[in-house]
């Protein structure tokens, strides 16, 4: 029908749709009964009979989302039965134009909200029937959509900018008119700048602004200011209240989403575009429009951007880029059938994107030397295409008749929950939902007519690009284009090594469209796709080639841009086989690699696995690192960042071969040593500045544990003791916060746990542990060093001085250091009752056992006769060395150098013997730790870790191993027992 200012639903002569089920009908009669209690109209309705009736009974079945509607607001459907269409819905959106508005008092942001989510209910609801009752086209209800959120968009642009006016944040030219000669541009992509929205759609926005307009009161905070007020934007807009939503808002197409604020300036983003702007980013703006905000400003921008958008000349490498990112869509040329029900609509074989596509290639391809092919939306830019002969006039008329039966279809699909979904239903029953809001009789007349328009549109499809994309190789077909799997590739894949050759595809389909930063530009997936044939090899030749491959996938996803990487990987094969390697046997590498690709940049240096980590070696990159920053966070940032990368790297030469378990270990204690150090200095001059200096005050840290005896693991914790001195008579430091002494000494231990163990951006650098200071949890987290030398001689249990055998001072004041160290060395030098040492020694074991009992052989530390049994040996002699007249360790060493002093105490065999079993599982532990969370699982763990685990062990299998370790802890718990005792 031809809709007028005058046109109501009354006028309709005939219902063009048809109700669910009866039971359905029962339902929303019932319904509008109740509602025609307290409005008239619909009473009328009710009592009546005719076209109205049906139809508004058949809507209410159909869609549950209008049904609701009406509960909550009956007023809505009274309106609809009595007022013309039109003029309703225009009235509503200019009242959400107007939303801003005071008309007495001030309009604040949750006033704004409800006033912009009632227009929009209305203009939901009317638009919906009338679209339904065909009163209403596609194009009139994409057109009247559209306004609303450009009028709601402006609204919120206006009142956030008055807003800034009124706090003093920003000084506008004329506060009456908000937008006006702001400088603020909000601009609408895709199919809200081409005024073709969607009944559920989000709405795709950029924001730029223009320093020269110099609205900012302190032009130093622009970007903040403007940041800020397009984050309440989205709120505004987004946020769902009892009222409901304005739109769903997304502003990742503005230039590097993940790394720029909400709100770019006018220079960054044409720096942006004319140095770094891909072809995407040019198909994107061709539909761009301003749409709130200065909107002169807005047209002078985009006057700006022609020359990126539009190219004068044929750019033949963006006609390449163009006809790869066709390649990622399979030309089918009518092959096969279509499923109807699941079928995408948008995105599907013969769907809305393919005709979106259709055009757009060619307005890149021509639109810099013919101006009339600029044109936004779809429909005129296919009149405009066959004008200047670009294709036909029979293409034309069937492409534009196809968008606009699959937009009616999608806006079926989507007015029946109000979700933003462009797939049909899986079910019988919900696809007759589907066609019967389309006018069919049934699914079947809806399927046919449906397979018919979307092989209309992959005929013509197939027609503008001819060529496909395939890569061959010498096993075989290997072609990832479009929405299905290929058949040859499937077969190809399979015997390259794939179990799950159709998930493989799809992943590698996935790369192709350009959806990960590191895929997006043109160059990186010609190098990718390059690569591609050999990647797959390399995987294929791992065992569980499909995880390996799946784990590449998820680091190449959180890659920042892939170019560098890709052409790397292509001219490098022993690095590809690397990265198969990590991906295959190591997944905690992989997840570090894919949480933080930042750590990847160090495998580039050439001279990583021919470098050993030593301690100058690592001191000089960390500190080449950290001594730019400028403030306290940014220094923990940086420090977080190259232990993250150094600890990665550490675990790569050992991943190789590079290193041994050893050496991995005593290189992981070098990076925690000079983190701690620098960690523990920021802290200090941090509380300094707050809290001033404790007179004659000096701070030691102690390395207990496993970072005492230069043996952490990749993932370990850090066993700390923090000790402190100050003058006799001071009571508070000099600060202008003065603290007292345990206050002082107390916060600077609590910053430092803080600084080491708080998670951030940039994750965790070591969980750390203070139980072994004096008294345990119950006390203070900073120890006097008098209090700790009177509680070591005089408190201490016989556990309490094993621990002491593996203490180390890391870093502090010079002087107090010594005093730490003279007091461990007087502790361990006192002799003691061998037998009351040996006892609580054989007691402490015996606890373990029972308190943490091994879960299998590969429980290293805990197994009879494993680590710790090793350790303990190591430990009882040290404590008995000066009652049986033995030398010591002068200072806290590894367990195995430990024992090369102690193990004179020993019989040369049981040591040999004891030696060589911290060896191999030094060696099988470090590798376990690296590679996986948790314990080494045969049964669970990838299989290139169980290759890396035999390597480790020195045996051929699985088994072998297995049984070695059995002989090997066997022999040391016997050891144990003999050494152990009085």
């Known amino acids: 029908m031809s809709v007028t200012e005058a046109t109501r639903f009354s006028d309709l002569s005939a219902s063009p749709i048809r109700p669910l089920s009866q039971t359905e009908v029962k339902s929303v009669l019932s319904d509008l009964k109740d509602w025609g209690k307290e409005h008239a109209a619909i009473a009328r309705l009710l009592a009546g009979e005719g076209p109205l009736k049906d139809f508004i009974v058949a809507a209410f079945t159909l869609s549950p989302y209008l049904r609701d509607t009406a509960r909550i607001d009956p007023r809505l459907l009274a309106r609809a039965l009595d007022e013309p269409v039109l003029p309703a819905i225009e009235a509503a959106i200019a009242r959400a134009r107007a939303a801003w508005k005071a008309e007495e008092g001030e309009v604040t942001e949750a006033m704004l909200m409800t006033r912009l989510r009632v227009a929009k209910r209305e203009v939901a609801f009317f638009t919906a029937l009338a679209d339904l009752a065909r009163i209403f086209d596609a194009r009139r209800t994409t057109a009247l959509l559209t306004a609303l959120a450009e009028a709601a968009t402006s609204a919120a642009i206006d009142h956030l900018l008055l807003s800034a006016h009124d706090s003093g944040k920003l000084k506008l030219p004329d506060p009456a008119h908000p937008s006006e000669k702001s400088g603020l541009i909000v601009l609408g992509m895709g199919k809200l700048g081409a005024a073709e929205l969607n009944y559920s759609s989000d709405i795709d926005l950029v924001v730029f602004f223009d320093p020269m307009a110099n609205v900012a009161v302190d032009p130093t905070e622009t970007v903040e200011t403007f940041s800020r007020l397009v984050r309440r934007l989205i709120r505004i807009m987004q946020e769902r209240t009892a009222d409901g939503y304005v739109f769903r808002t997304d502003l990742r197409l503005r230039p590097d989403p993940g790394a720029t604020p909400l709100a770019i300036s006018f220079d960054s983003a044409m720096l942006y575009y004319e140095g770094r702007g891909q072809n995407w980013e040019r198909a994107a703006f061709i539909k761009a429009k301003p749409i709130a905000g200065d909107l002169k400003a807005g047209e002078a921008f985009l006057k700006g951007l022609v020359p990126f958008v539009f190219r004068k000349y044929l750019d033949y490498a963006a006609i390449a880029d163009i006809h790869s990112i066709k390649r990622q869509i399979h030309v089918h040329k009518g092959h096969g059938e279509i499923a109807v029900k699941g079928h995408n609509v948008k995105l599907g074989r013969g769907g809305i994107r393919e005709i979106e596509f259709f055009v757009q290639t060619q307005q890149l391809i021509a639109g810099g030397r013919v101006p009339a092919l600029r044109l936004r939306a779809t429909e005129p830019m296919l009149q405009e295409l066959a004008k200047a002969n670009w294709i036909d006039a029979a293409t034309a008329e069937e492409l534009t008749e196809a968008y606009w039966f699959l937009r009616d279809v999608e806006h079926r699909v989507q007015m029946v929950r109000d979700e933003q979904s462009h797939v049909l239903p899986e079910t019988e029953a919900e696809l007759k939902r589907i066609a019967f809001m389309l006018g069919f009789a049934d699914t079947a007349g809806f399927s046919a007519r449906l397979v018919e328009v979307l092989k209309t549109v992959e005929?013509?499809?197939?027609?503008?690009?001819?060529?496909?994309?395939?890569?061959?190789?010498?096993?075989?077909?290997?072609?990832?284009?479009?929405?299905?799997?290929?058949?040859?590739?499937?077969?190809?894949?399979?015997?390259?090594?794939?179990?799950?050759?159709?998930?493989?595809?799809?992943?590698?389909?996935?790369?192709?469209?350009?959806?990960?930063?590191?895929?997006?530009?043109?160059?990186?997936?010609?190098?990718?796709?390059?690569?591609?044939?050999?990647?797959?090899?390399?995987?294929?030749?791992?065992?569980?080639?499909?995880?390996?491959?799946?784990?590449?996938?998820?680091?190449?996803?959180?890659?920042?841009?892939?170019?560098?990487?890709?052409?790397?990987?292509?001219?490098?094969?022993?690095?590809?086989?690397?990265?198969?390697?990590?991906?295959?046997?190591?997944?905690?590498?992989?997840?570090?690699?894919?949480?933080?690709?930042?750590?990847?940049?160090?495998?580039?240096?050439?001279?990583?696995?021919?470098?050993?980590?030593?301690?100058?070696?690592?001191?000089?990159?960390?500190?080449?690192?950290?001594?730019?920053?400028?403030?306290?966070?940014?220094?923990?940032?940086?420090?977080r960042i190259i232990a993250a990368e150094q600890r990665f790297l550490i675990g790569i030469r050992l991943l190789t071969g590079a290193i041994t378990g050893k050496q991995a270990a005593r290189a992981l204690t070098h990076v925690a040593d000079l983190i701690v150090a620098a960690a523990l200095k920021a802290v200090l001059e941090e509380i300094e500045a707050a809290h001033g200096k404790?007179?004659?005050?000096?701070?030691?840290?102690?390395?207990?544990?496993?970072?005492?005896?230069?043996?952490?693991?990749?993932?370990?914790?850090?066993?700390?003791?923090?000790?402190?001195?100050?003058?006799?008579?001071?009571?508070?430091?000099?600060?202008?916060?003065?603290?007292?002494?345990?206050?002082?000494?107390?916060?600077?231990?609590?910053?430092?746990?803080?600084?080491?163990?708080?998670?951030?951006?940039?994750?965790?650098?070591?969980?750390?542990?203070?139980?072994?200071?004096?008294?345990?949890?119950?006390?203070?987290?900073?120890?006097?060093?008098?209090?700790?030398?009177?509680?070591?001689?005089?408190?201490?249990?016989?556990?309490?001085?094993?621990?002491?055998?593996?203490?180390?001072?890391?870093?502090?004041?010079?002087?107090?250091?010594?005093?730490?160290?003279?007091?461990?060395?007087?502790?361990?030098?006192?002799?003691?009752?061998?037998?009351?040492?040996?006892?609580?020694?054989?007691?402490?074991r015996d606890l373990i056992d029972k308190e943490k009992p091994p879960k299998d052989i590969w429980d290293l530390k805990l197994i009879p006769g494993g680590l710790i049994d090793i350790e303990f040996i190591a430990q009882f002699l040290a404590l008995v060395a000066p009652a049986r007249g033995a030398a010591q360790p002068e200072k806290a060493v590894a367990t195995g150098d430990a024992l090369s002093v102690l193990g004179a105490m020993m019989d040369p065999n049981d040591l040999d013997t004891v030696q060589k079993a911290l060896v191999l599982y030094t060696e099988v532990s470090q590798i376990v730790r690296l590679c996986v969370d948790g314990g080494f699982d045969p049964k669970e763990a990838p299989a290139g870790l169980v290759d890396l685990v035999c390597r480790a062990g020195d045996c051929p299998d699985l088994r072998t191993l297995e049984a070695e370790i059995r002989r090997v802890s066997k022999a040391v718990r016997k050891i144990f027992q003999g050494v152990v005792k009085g």
């Not at 556990?799 to 004041?813: I, K, Q, Y």
Request: charged share 25%.
């Open 694 to 844: 404790f007179p004659g005050g000096r701070v030691a840290l102690v390395g207990m544990g496993k970072l005492g005896s230069f043996e952490l693991t990749a993932g370990s914790d850090i066993d700390l003791i923090l000790l402190y001195d100050h003058d006799s008579d001071a009571f508070e430091s000099d600060g202008p916060k003065p603290l007292d002494n345990m206050k002082y000494f107390i916060r600077i231990t609590q910053r430092l746990i803080a600084a080491l163990s708080a998670p951030t951006a940039e994750g965790v650098l070591y969980e750390v542990d203070m139980r072994l200071r004096p008294s345990g949890n119950k006390g203070p987290v900073a120890t006097r060093i008098n209090a700790f030398a009177k509680y070591q001689a005089e408190e201490a249990w016989t556990w309490e001085h094993m621990a002491l055998t593996r203490a180390r001072v890391l870093c502090g004041d010079e002087s107090l250091m010594q005093e730490a160290e003279a007091i461990f060395r007087s502790v361990l030098g006192r002799k003691r009752e061998t037998g009351k040492v040996a006892r609580d020694v054989a007691e402490m």
């Open 459 to 639: 005929r013509r499809y197939a027609a503008l690009f001819e060529q496909e994309a395939k890569l061959s190789s010498e096993t075989g077909n290997l072609v990832f284009t479009g929405q299905k799997d290929d058949p040859d590739t499937l077969e190809t894949l399979k015997r390259l090594g794939f179990e799950r050759p159709a998930d493989i595809s799809r992943t590698i389909r996935t790369w192709h469209y350009g959806r990960y930063r590191a895929t997006q530009s043109v160059e990186a997936r010609e190098r990718l796709t390059e690569l591609t044939p050999e990647l797959l090899r390399v995987f294929g030749e791992s065992k569980r080639a499909d995880e390996a491959l799946l784990r590449f996938d998820n680091f190449i996803s959180g890659l920042p841009a892939g170019i560098q990487l890709f052409s790397l990987l292509g001219n490098n094969p022993a690095l590809l086989s690397l990265i198969v390697n990590i991906m295959s046997s190591a997944p905690r590498l992989a997840e570090v690699i894919a949480a933080k690709p930042h750590v990847f940049d160090g495998m580039l240096d050439p001279g990583l696995l021919a470098e050993l980590p030593t301690r100058a070696y690592l001191a000089a990159r960390i500190e080449g690192f950290v001594s730019g920053a400028r403030h306290y966070e940014e220094i923990l940032d940086r420090l």
